[in-house]
């Protein structure tokens, strides 16, 4: 939380910079294009536990960037501002908000992909450890602020994010299927938490447009 609570300090005095900063000022796309349809089907004989497994991975690395670590780069001269917040270029895995949308469709349901590009900057704030009052009234502050800004944005067909590095407040510890039909899967997933703390929670997959789908994924880690 110390390691976030510095980087959130920094990306303030950045604003500072604001103006030689170029097209902050427009309005920038916070959300992608209307969602296709996806279709339910019965997958081919080759679909077996090595896509499932595969699937499951990706997904939770996609959730990973919208939960606790967010794909800023990190670069300041690739740095706009909007609602009173700096946002980054995203310079690994996606340049558009629509790679970003067709990889979270990839693994997921057009609902829960939704409900992740409609997430805050918010998301990226978790609890500080033994803040002063200072520190915790200005961190609780900017974390209200943050409600307003979207997680991910694109100006000028490029894709934006704020600083976040918040850290998974649990680990996976194991993975087992408890429920398998042709052309559905429900997995239990157990995970242990900072304290050690032990939790589990049922994942269903899919198979729609030939692809396992997530069309529940109840995860807040």
């Known amino acids: 939380m110390k390691k976030l609570f510095a980087l959130l300090m920094i990306a303030a005095l950045l604003l500072g910079l604001t103006a030689c900063f170029s097209g902050g000022e427009d309005n920038p796309t916070t959300t992608p294009d209307t969602m296709p349809t996806q279709t339910t089907t019965t997958p081919e004989?080759?679909?077996?536990?090595?896509?499932i497994k595969t699937a499951f991975e990706r997904a939770l690395q996609l959730y990973g960037w919208f939960a606790y670590e967010s794909l800023a780069g990190g670069n300041?001269?690739?740095?706009?501002e909007y609602n009173g917040r700096p946002y980054f270029?995203?310079?690994?895995?996606?340049?558009?908000?629509?790679?970003?949308?067709?990889?979270l469709l990839d693994v997921f349901s057009v609902e829960i992909a939704q409900g992740f590009l409609s997430r805050t900057a918010a998301e990226m704030y978790g609890?500080?450890?033994?803040?002063?009052?200072?520190?915790a009234a200005e961190y609780e502050a900017q974390r209200e602020?943050?409600?307003?800004?979207?997680?991910?944005?694109?100006?000028?067909?490029?894709?934006y994010t704020c600083l976040g590095d918040r850290g998974a407040d649990e680990n996976v510890t194991s993975v087992s299927v408890v429920n398998e039909s042709e052309s559905k899967v429900v997995q239990k997933v157990t995970t242990v938490n900072w304290d050690g703390k032990t939790n589990e929670v049922l994942l269903t997959q899919e198979w729609v447009d030939g692809k396992w789908i997530f069309t529940d994924f109840p995860v807040e880690w």
């Not at 270029?89 to 990889?103: D, N, W, Y």
């Not at 609890?127 to 520190?135: C, K, V, Y």
């Not at 979207?150 to 067909?157: N, R, S, V």
């Open 145 to 159: 602020a943050a409600k307003k800004c979207p997680l991910y944005i694109e100006q000028d067909g490029k894709l």
């Open 89 to 103: 270029r995203v310079t690994r895995e996606f340049v558009s908000m629509s790679e970003l949308k067709s990889a």
């Open 45 to 51: 004989p080759t679909a077996t536990a090595a896509p």
């Open 76 to 80: 300041q001269e690739e740095l706009i």
């Open 127 to 135: 609890d500080l450890t033994d803040p002063s009052p200072e520190q």
